[in-house]
Nanobody
């Protein structure tokens, strides 16, 4: 069974930091490094949007303009985990954050190209 589990969300104030994690079950991801990983988010009443993506090796990353310079995506293939470090959080970052996996080599920003999805973790930034 496919399983991606996000964690690390919470309620924080403007300007704070959070680090999201997404762990892939070993039984599903026999070789985690065969998957490019992405983060998406969805705010209430809004469509799901791309946030950040990372290549299989971790050497190439891509970001939405709205988070460039504030968010950093990384991965640890030995731990089957991808991370999203979020700094200088703003109220508009409030959303449910999802990690997703694709079988591409390079970072993928299209949600319809994702093969597996997690169930999401809530991030709320209060002013």
């Amino acid at each position: 069974q496919v399983q991606l589990v996000e964690s690390g969300g919470g309620l924080v104030q403007v300007g704070a930091s959070l680090r999201l994690s997404c762990a892939a079950s070993e039984r599903t991801f026999i070789t985690f490094s065969n998957y490019a990983m992405s983060w998406f988010r969805q705010a209430p009443g809004e469509e799901r949007e791309f946030v950040a993506a990372i290549s299989r090796s971790g050497g190439i990353t891509d970001y939405a303009d709205s988070v460039k310079g504030r968010f950093t995506i990384s991965r640890d293939n030995a731990k089957n985990t991808v991370y999203l470090q979020m700094n200088s959080l703003k109220p508009e970052d409030t959303a449910v954050y999802y990690c997703a996996a694709s079988r591409a080599i390079l970072p993928v920003i299209r949600s319809d190209a994702m093969y597996y999805w997690g169930k999401g973790t809530q991030v709320t930034v209060s002013s």
